[in-house]
């Protein structure tokens, strides 16, 4: 799927101003008021356990994050940091230069795609959900999930283009003597950006700028580098259902997930 649906559909985002949202207070902030130091990305989530970073994921209501399935099967006792990512793979503890406090909460409920593929990635999608509700502040605020049925698709992924990595001259001399630095910059450069990050796009609504989330990342391609994203529309009725806590009506491929529970404590 090419960038181009992409352009037709925020286009019709734009056009009808109307959208309709997971959450009504979403996608809405000033990045400069009240901040020492901005935070642009105020939905990002830190997907972790005690000790390292797993992966990215969105907070889209007072309750529940999303993020890839890929992230969150056959894991336990996961943590989600809020108020404190810049979407770097960084531990980004508090070093005292801003004002703000992030916020941790133990996950009570994995739920992913009943139709997730752990080898092709298909259907690579789920929420995790907290144990209380978030009380929104500058630095901590969902991003909006759109729920208009005009603008849902049977395209269940989309890929965003990069530059192929380049070696550097001195790991393509040292590849030539047997070095691995070669492929361990590769490495590095694949891992660059966490799964389950977001793909955005800002749409205005009357008078407000809003972020509207179109796609989850589900994994970078090892061959073109591309970035290939779960495609959230696709995606809208399974995700209302897990956050509302009902069941999906089975009209489509698309949603016909059932909650999965993995773990609760």
Known sequence: MSVLWLALCTLLLINQGSAQFLEEQCGIFNPYVGLKRPLTTPWLAQIRTK????????????????????????????????????????NFEDDGTSDQTY??????????????????????????KMPSSVQYKRHIKPICIVENSELKTDS???????????????????????????DEKKEEYLASILIGSPWNKT???????????HGVLSYR?????????T??????????????????IPNSERTNGILQDRFNY
Do not use: M
């Open 203 to 213: 749409i205005t609504t009357g008078p407000l700028l809003r972020y509207t989330q």
């Open 156 to 182: 269940l992924t989309f890929e965003i283009p990069n530059e192929k990595y380049k070696k550097d001259f001195w790991c393509g001399i040292g590849a030539f003597f047997g070095s691995s630095c070669a």
């Open 103 to 128: 916020e941790e909460y133990y996950v009570t409920k994995a739920i992913i795609h009943k139709s997730y593929s752990a080898d092709t990635k298909r259907h690579n999608i789920g929420v995790l």
């Open 231 to 248: 495609n959230v529309f696709a995606y809208a009725d399974w995700i209302v259902a897990q956050v509302l806590e009902v069941e999906a």
């Open 51 to 90: 000790s390292k970073i797993i992966c990215a994921g969105t907070l889209i209501n007072e309750q529940y994050v999303l993020t890839a399935a890929s992230c969150i099967a056959n894991q336990n006792q996961l943590i989600v940091r809020l108020g404190k990512f810049d979407g770097s793979k960084s």
């Open 221 to 229: 391609d090892r061959e073109t580098y591309a970035d290939v994203y």
